[in-house]
């Protein structure tokens, strides 16, 4: 049998390649001769990087760059082994986790790291880069990625504003300087990984539905959200961009609407990114199986996440997929309808988290046999109805 191993990361757990492998201790039980294919997935959060330099056998690159606090931290990004594929996760440079106690101020807090991150990849001959834009601390309408790309943000005097971008400043910009901007930049195409919908500003817009979660009072996403439709005034009259309503520009604390604006990058859904940057569907010809799975398996599951776009790819091919999840919710049965045949869990028996996550590997190699052992019964009926 030719089965391919495509799950997402186990989040905080185990990376996507580690959980292939467990998968395949399971299956070699049962089929020890079995040729599996992994190709470490992921939807565009969390753990993108690490499964497409692992996917791709790229490397990673380290940098220190401006944190959201303003104070200097160590990111990394992947080159992918084209040698002209890079992947970053803002959340690297700009990320919640990087900021604590009275840090957490998306007033001040700036994706100017983001933007080194970039700058650095585009120099290190990213012909292409590929951004996941989510668990940002910041709120800054991409304002300070730009800096760190060499746009001017001008007050009302026609003087530049020299503090890093942030929320809470962007209500003194009057005017934007696009000719500093790194020629580099000018030549690299970039991608946005996101599937967040959220426009930049309104009720459902950055500050209103993620300022809280970075620290901010309810006075303080009134400013916020206020700052970034003025943002996105001077973005129109100096760039002729429109993206106030744009889908996805809120994504970030509006670093969406700044990589768009000032940057040309273009939204893409996060999955389908990294099924095109794997090349997953080149593995699906003549494969009988594909076992693909994820930390939780609910009906979520099938709008965006990593189970239900392999599952797709699949399809092409009629290839039945099988998600195995860490866990498996009541309303998980509606994923049937979008293309996965089958669901297992990692568990068989109740236990304590912290067993659960010290022993993953052991359980789902368990259940990589479980399943296995039941499309074996199921091929048995088939031969004996013929």
Excluded at 26 to 49: S, W, Y
Excluded at 225 to 244: F, W
Excluded at 320 to 348: N, R
């Amino acid at each position: 049998m030719k089965i391919i191993l495509a799950p997402d990361s186990f989040k905080g757990n185990l990376t996507s390649l580690q959980a292939a492998a467990a998968f395949e201790k399971g299956i070699r039980r049962v089929l020890p001769k079995a040729n599996c294919i992994t190709v470490p997935m992921a939807d565009g959060g969390e753990g993108t990087v690490q499964s497409l330099v692992d996917a791709t056998g790229g490397r990673f690159i380290r940098k220190c760059v401006t944190g959201p606090a303003g104070n200097k931290v160590s990111a990394r990004y992947g080159m992918l082994a084209d040698g002209e594929t890079a992947v970053i996760e803002m959340a690297e440079a700009s990320g919640l986790s990087l900021v604590s106690g009275t840090q957490m101020n998306p007033l001040k807090t700036t994706t100017y790291g983001t933007g080194e991150l970039i700058l650095d990849a585009a120099t290190h001959n990213a012909a292409t880069i590929i951004i996941g834009i989510g668990g940002s601390a910041t709120n800054d309408g991409g304002v300070g990625m730009a800096q760190a790309l060499g746009v001017r943000f001008m007050n009302k005097r026609g003087q530049e504003i020299t503090e890093p971008g942030a929320g809470g400043m962007l209500n003194k910009i009057a005017h934007i300087d696009m000719q500093g901007l790194n020629p580099v930049i000018r030549k690299t195409k970039i991608i946005v990984a996101s599937d967040v919908n959220n426009p930049l500003c309104g009720k459902t817009g950055a500050a209103v539905v993620f300022g809280p979660q970075k620290g901010a009072t309810p006075a303080m996403v009134k400013t916020l959200d206020a700052n970034l439709k003025h943002l996105s005034k001077i973005i129109k009259s100096d760039l002729k961009k429109d993206i106030v309503n744009l889908k996805g520009a809120g994504a970030a604390g509006g670093l969406g609407a700044g990589l768009i604006a000032f940057a040309k990058a273009r939204m893409k859904s996060g999955i389908d990114i990294v099924l095109e940057a794997t090349n997953i569907v080149q593995h699906m010809k003549g494969a009988d199986l594909v076992i693909t799975g994820e930390g939780r398996v609910d009906f979520q599951t099938a709008f965006g996440k990593t189970p239900a776009g392999v599952a797709k790819a699949a399809w092409q091919y009629r290839v039945p997929t099988i998600a195995i999840g860490g866990g498996i919710t009541d309303d998980a049965h509606g994923v049937f309808a979008h293309g996965i045949a089958g669901l297992e869990s990692a568990y068989a028996r109740d236990m304590p988290l912290e067993e659960a996550l010290s022993h993953a590997e052991v359980y789902l190699a368990n259940a990589a046999e479980r399943v296995i052992r039941l499309v074996l019964i199921g091929k048995k009926m088939a031969a004996k109805k013929k």
